[in-house]
């Protein structure tokens, strides 16, 4: 009660201050309980898979814009997630997509999603991010910044659609377009409704990004639950939790207490040492709900698949490392190539991905490891 006065407060506030309208009343529905929750998860297999965007494509308007979208690339790469015992994906998916061809947009996506089942494998799909560049824009994007991670990668909705008021009918229309169209879809495992919503980008963007932008999309993150719940669907919704500290509620941040409390299942990101990952997972145990990790698997920081997945295994968490194969995102170089490009020279180790260019795993003992604690994958004949 006290979570749903404090944001109700802070959305009139943000209102009579000029920077978000105050919201009509959200639709009477509900997040699921704590028995629909763990029913759900005891249904599903041990989880594992990655953040996927094709190789040819610098970001997710590249991925479904219809002059790009490469449906043999697609069955190609989740073949190789298949081969590596992955049965699920993350995807990204970008509201612009929607407002231009809402039509066009669900006819790739469910042709996306064919594919993946093709392949078992169940995507959870990502509705909004407030990572990278905030300036989304239809249509060609640019080629990668030589040496960078991520160059390409595009926010949704961006600056316009977060500070612009008369930008959230176009939002709402997205989220029940494109959540409606697959409520009732069993291929499609879960809808992420916002990635890391108060990134700021400061390594990268910050100084072009929204101002107050974490108390805009804390104000609007309900609003954006109550859109996905109000055409029902028979999947859970989460935002994934990724900074702060999770162990006391006195110490959470206001957009960390809207995203546990309205996630169906708990996600979160972790990149640090096997230990500091084992001891968020004991922080979420506290919830009582199914714990996902949706982002892990930087190994030039310490989070690595030798590490994580025996832990992960042993608390029953769902695994979603970032990156498949290697490709127009750049993100087997680190996060400090934003300050110093690797142009004259590689990183000791690759960051991100699973397999190169030509198909062969970066590290063949990770995709032995991945079967080993899956059970699936090539050496077991699936």
């Not at 043999?72 to 699920?88: I, P, Q, V």
Request: proline share 7%; charged share 20%; aromatic share 12%.
């Amino acid at each position: 009660m006290k979570l749903c006065v404090s944001l109700l407060c802070s959305v009139f506030a943000l209102a009579s201050a000029g920077v978000w309208p105050a919201f009509s009343q959200a639709p009477d529905v509900s997040r699921w309980s704590e028995q629909k929750a763990a029913t759900w998860y005891t249904a599903q297999p041990w989880l594992v898979g990655a953040n996927y965007v094709p190789s040819d494509a610098i970001n997710q308007l590249e991925m479904f814009q219809a002059e790009t979208f490469n449906a043999s690339l697609n069955d190609k790469e989740l073949g190789l997630a298949e081969s590596a015992g992955m049965n699920t994906v993350r995807v990204f998916l970008q509201d612009q997509l929607w407002s231009s061809d809402p039509q066009g947009l669900k006819k790739r996506l469910d042709a996306f999603l064919t594919i993946a089942a093709k392949h078992h494998i169940r995507p959870m799909l990502v509705l909004f991010d407030s990572c990278w560049d905030p300036y989304p824009r239809l249509g060609p994007q640019h080629p990668p910044i030589p040496g960078v991670h991520n160059s390409g990668w595009v926010q949704s909705p961006g600056y316009k659609g977060i500070s612009d008021a008369a930008y959230r009918p176009k939002l709402e229309a997205y989220v029940k377009g494109v959540v409606g169209a697959f409520a009732n879809d069993d291929r499609i495992l879960a809808w992420d409704v916002w990635n890391e919503p108060d990134n700021g980008n400061d390594s990268s963007y910050g100084r072009v990004e929204v101002p107050h932008k974490a108390e805009l999309v804390a104000a609007l993150l309900p609003q954006v639950f109550a859109w996905a719940r109000s055409v029902h669907p028979t999947q859970p919704l989460t935002s994934g939790v990724w900074q702060g500290n999770w162990s006391d509620p006195a110490k959470e941040s206001a957009m960390v207490k809207v995203q546990l409390a309205e996630s169906d299942v708990i996600t979160f990101h972790n990149y640090g040492w096997p230990e500091e990952f084992q001891a968020k997972i004991i922080e979420l145990k506290a919830y009582n709900r199914p714990i996902l990790c949706s982002e892990y698997m930087a190994r030039g920081a310490g989070s690595t698949f030798d590490g994580i997945l025996p832990i992960a295994k042993s608390y029953n968490v769902a695994l979603i490392n970032w990156g498949l194969v290697a490709g127009k995102t750049q993100t087997y170089l680190p996060w400090d190539s934003w300050q110093k490009p690797y142009v004259l020279s590689q990183p000791v180790v690759w960051f991100h991905e699973v397999f190169k260019q030509d198909d062969t795993p970066y590290r063949p003992r990770e995709v032995e490891l991945l079967r080993q604690y899956t059970g699936r994958g090539s050496t077991t004949g699936q």
